[in-house]
């Protein structure tokens, strides 16, 4: 019943990711494996190996302005 926002350590820069298998927590560029392969990128957790992510690269079309 704790909002935890209002706690004394709030400030946050970077975005944090989670594993929800371990509680592994870490910055996604400061801590977590990131497997890149043909297929995108895995995120990968370091302690217990569960994969918290994973982007494709060709799902995302880079859209082109008509200019
Ligand atoms: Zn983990």
């Known amino acids: 019943m704790n909002a ?7 400030s ?3 975005s944090v990711l989670f ?6 927590e870490s910055a996604l560029t400061d801590g ?3 497997v890149s392969d ?9 302690e217990c ?3 918290a ?3 494709s690269e ?3 079309p880079t859209p082109q302005p008509a200019d």
């Open 38 to 46: 043909s297929d995108g990128r895995t995120i990968v957790c370091p």
């Open 53 to 55: 992510d994973h982007r």
């Open 19 to 24: 594993c929800a298998e371990c509680h592994f």
């Open 12 to 14: 946050r820069g970077k």
């Open 58 to 60: 060709r799902s995302a």
């Open 32 to 34: 977590w494996l990131v």
């Open 4 to 10: 935890d926002a209002s706690g004394p350590r709030s």
């Open 49 to 51: 190996g569960h994969v």
